[in-house]
């Protein structure tokens, strides 16, 4: 590590792969076995909460402390000590007889955290351990020539809030996203699915497949995206078709800009794109995730259903991740926290709307199910259509109303005059600029 990448890494925080400490204290045994058990990362002494370098006296004797605390760790773990001024790293490689434990028992690297494991926790792991982790996985027909976008990092830098000051494969290493084999630098699948040209060749299962249909069947697509960029493209792409998808009310602010209030809160619907993304199983070559708009509903899928360590019981109080090292670079871009707090935040929201609390549905399959009020019940075909129509096109005038739905503009002045006696819609302003609303959003 130079002192480049040390000046990035400080930058960019602590993380899956890094933690800071001022000094050696107790806490160090249990930082190695976390590291040692997850994907391996770096402790660097001599570095506080604040991300700031404050030094520490580097010796011989704090060497020896470092390899007598790796040396009774059981089994014990590889580590390389590395000083840079007064900073010292200390590198601890992923462990080949997992899993490892110290005097206070089995941890695991929990995005920036360190969590300790228990019985059953240790159990699922020894059973998890088995599988390779899609995300660690190299892919066979990946060219850095032909599919790296350098564009694509520079977008993730920004939105991190990270200085480039170092060249494309350094910043990779320092991310855990690029590993040498024999001498040569390779992308794993995390890598792939934030910085490739062409994941829809690559990764096909990574793509986002939103729809909005016609009533509360799968009968009738009205409208049909597949999202196959990169993982943050999607996330923004597949939000803003919803935004596309639902009612909108403005409230005037007296500012410029009037305030748009979504009828399900936009923050809410993001935190359950992203926990879809970020939690998928990617092993599910045959699924896609999902982001399906039906009059009654939003449903937002994902396969691979709950992570193991997690069951209804403890759904939304602890946190495990399928894919840490996925979710630790979107943690990097503020698009998910480290404590698991997604689910309850997403609870929150829609108490705070005065909405109903979201349905959740664990199989071979993890789907949100956020209600929608029906405000056109009870209308028949001619009306609930025309009824849909002003929903998204409030302020028109029965004659452009005419044009839309393509109807006779007597047929649809006399389907306004029912609307209006069922007091479902209004007009307002003048006969020559005004137009129809709904009566209630």
């Not at 969590?115 to 159990?123: G, H, L, P, T, V």
């Not at 993890?366 to 405000?375: A, D, G, P, Q």
């Not at 009870?378 to 009306?383: D, H, I």
């Not at 503009?409 to 307002?428: D, F």
Request: contains cysteine; positive net charge.
């Amino acid at each position: 590590m130079t002192k480049e990448e040390l000046k990035f890494i400080l930058e960019k925080g602590e993380g899956y792969f890094f933690e800071f400490k001022e000094k050696l204290d107790k806490s160090f045994a249990k930082e190695m076995v976390a590291f040692a058990n997850a994907s391996g990362g770096h402790i660097i002494l001599g570095v506080n909460d604040g991300n700031k370098i404050t030094g520490i006296e580097i010796s011989n004797k704090l060497k020896s402390q470092i390899q007598d605390i790796a040396r009774n760790i059981k089994p014990s773990i590889n580590l390389t000590l590395h000083d840079i001024g007064n900073v010292l790293i200390v590198k601890i490689s992923e462990g080949i007889d997992k899993p490892y434990h110290c005097s206070d028992g089995f941890y695991l690297r929990m995005g920036s955290n360190s969590q300790k494991m228990d019985r059953n926790q240790i159990i699922e792991f020894l059973q998890y351990e088995g599988k390779v982790k899609f995300e660690e996985q190299f892919h066979r027909h990946f060219d850095f020539d032909k599919h790296y976008s350098s564009s694509k990092l520079n977008g993730f830098l920004k939105l991190a809030g990270i200085t480039k000051n170092l060249d494309d494969i350094t910043i990779l290493e320092n991310l855990g996203v690029v590993k040498n084999i024999g001498n040569k630098q390779k992308l794993i699948n995390a890598g792939i699915l934030f910085f490739s040209t062409n994941l829809d060749i690559l990764i096909e299962q990574a793509t986002v497949t939103c729809a909005i249909f016609d009533g509360n069947e799968r009968i009738k697509i009205l409208n049909r995206k597949d999202f196959t960029d990169d993982i943050i493209t999607n996330i923004d792409s597949a939000l803003h078709f919803v935004k596309q998808g639902l009612k909108v009310e403005y409230k005037m602010t007296g500012e410029a800009r009037r305030q748009e209030i979504y009828e399900i809160p936009l923050q809410a619907v993001r935190e359950a794109i992203v926990n879809a993304v970020a939690h998928r199983d990617y092993y599910a070559s045959g699924a896609h995730t999902t982001i399906e708009i039906f009059d009654n509903r939003l449903e937002i899928g994902n396969p691979g259903g709950l992570p193991k360590g997690l069951s209804s019981d403890t759904f939304g109080k602890k946190a495990v991740r399928r894919n840490p090292i996925i979710t630790n670079l979107l943690q990097r871009c503020d698009f998910v926290e480290n404590m698991g707090t997604g689910i309850n935040k997403i609870k929150q929201l829609c108490f705070k709307k005065n909405i109903p609390e979201p349905e959740f549905i664990f199989n071979d399959f993890f789907t949100i199910i956020f209600k929608r009020k029906i405000l056109n019940e009870g209308l028949n075909e001619g009306l609930n259509l025309l009824y849909k129509i002003i929903d998204k096109n409030e302020g028109k005038r029965s004659i452009e109303l005419a044009e839309i739905i393509n109807k006779p503009q007597k047929t649809v002045e006399r389907w306004l005059a029912n609307l209006k006696s069922q007091n479902k819609i209004l007009y307002k302003g003048s006969k020559k600029t005004g137009g129809y609303f709904l009566t209630e959003k």
